[in-house]
Every structure is written in C-alpha cells, then in structure tokens.
C-alpha cells in the first residue's frame, strides 16, 4: 500500500517561530510537493522537487523554504513563522505523469 | 499556462439525485486532467483521471467524467447520491511544461447530500 506520511496532523506554533514540517514517501517517487489548501482558494503550490537536492518555486513560496537530502523525504520550513500562515499543509509525490498521492495533511495554527 | 476553475463552491442535492460538478480547463497544450476527492480530515484521493485515452472517464465510486474539447470543460457527474459523497471535490490539471508535471488545483467544491 503506497504511503505518503506527515510527521504531525496538528501543529501550533507562536509567530516568530522556525517551524519545520516533515514528510516521508514509500514509494521511490522522484517528484514531491508541498501544498497548502485554505477554504475557497483550493490547494496552492508552494514548492516542489523532481529530484534529491533539486527544488522549484510553486506558486506561493514567499516565507517558507524546503530542503530535499533524500528521495524519500521533502521537509518544509518556515524560518519565522506569522500568524498569515496557518493553514493545512499537504504534501504529495509521483512519478513524472504518474498519479499523484497525498498525505493526510498537517494543520499548523500560528498564535 | 494551465489553469482550472470549478463552478460553484457549493453544491447541494438529495440523496439518490444526480449529481454535477462542473470544471473548465485552460491548457495551450492537450491536458491531462483529474477529479480529486477529500473526505473530513483526510488527505485528497483520486478519483479519476483522463490522458488523452476515451472521453469518457470512469472512476471509483461511481463517478464519471467527460472530457470535451470544444467547450473546455471536464465535468464530473454520478448518477445517483450516496450520503458518504459528501466531501470536497478538486478539480485539477498537469503542468507538463513543468520539470516535475505538478498538478494545479481547482478551488474546490463542497458536496452536501440532502436526506
């Protein structure tokens, strides 16, 4: 059974805060995303990578940073984390034109 | 650049009704589209996806898709309710001008079934 994990489902944090989100896939994918999904607005890139120590920008990615080490894990980071950014955060992986699998989602609340 | 936009934040109907919901694609290259589905305090789960193949897409659940180029649209229909449908539904598209074929996503439609 294919498996996406997040290291926590909730998240609270003060503003100011380095956050570090984790999350670990089973299934040799190359490519792994980072989303974060807010009511009305859908789920909205914030960075991806398609290759161990390779990374892009989404289409969010002011205020967080991603580190990839290993094919199997893709961290996000939020270097000083503000109220603006509590959200649910879903990570994804699949093979180039494969089916995307996600996470379970980590919801972080910034105070 | 490819984009979605899904109709209607949300959509109501009673069980053992049809439903309907509806997605417009933009895409200067021949999309590769999907119908997405959350349940509450879940992850998304796919439910169908089409790639160029037949029009008509099946996916779990009982749900289909049609894909139709000449009115940009991939709507996504089951023929009769069950109240486990309620959920969110996403609607999304490939970027295969990316690297990595990322998937940009629809806002979303929330699905309540009535009894």
């Known amino acids: 059974d294919v498996k996406v994990t997040q290291s926590s489902r909730y998240l609270v944090k003060r503003t100011g805060e380095k956050v570090f989100l984790e999350c670990v896939q089973d299934?040799?994918?190359?490519?792994m995303f980072w989303y974060r999904q807010d009511p009305g607005l859908g789920l909205r890139l914030i960075y991806f990578?398609?290759?161990?120590?390779?990374?892009e920008k989404g289409d969010i990615p002011e205020g967080y940073s991603v580190s990839r080490e290993k094919k199997e894990r893709f961290s996000l980071i939020l270097e000083s984390a503000s109220t603006n950014q509590t959200s649910m955060y879903l990570c994804?992986?699949?093979?180039?034109?494969?089916?995307?699998?996600f996470g379970p989602g980590t919801r972080l609340t910034v105070l | 650049a490819q984009s979605v936009t899904q109709l209607g934040s949300h959509v109501s109907v009673s069980e053992g009704a049809l439903v309907l919901l509806r997605c417009n694609y933009s895409?200067?290259?021949?999309?590769?589209l999907f119908w997405y589905v959350q349940y509450p305090n879940q992850g998304l789960q796919l439910l169908l996806k089409?790639?160029?193949?037949?029009?008509l897409v099946k996916g779990i659940n009982g749900f289909e898709a049609e894909f139709k180029k000449s009115e940009t649209s991939f709507h996504l229909t089951k023929p009769s309710a069950h109240m486990s449908d309620a959920a969110e539904y996403f609607c999304?598209?490939?970027?295969?001008?990316?690297?990595?074929?990322?998937?940009?996503f629809g806002s979303g439609t929330r699905l309540s079934i009535r009894p």
């Open positions: 089409y790639t160029s193949a037949a029009t």
């Open positions: 299934m040799d994918h190359e490519n």
């Open positions: 994804a992986s699949s093979f180039s034109l494969g089916e995307t699998y």
């Open positions: 895409s200067s290259v021949p999309p590769y």
């Open positions: 990578s398609y290759d161990v120590k390779m990374k």
């Open positions: 999304a598209v490939s970027d295969q001008d990316s690297s990595a074929s990322k998937i940009i």
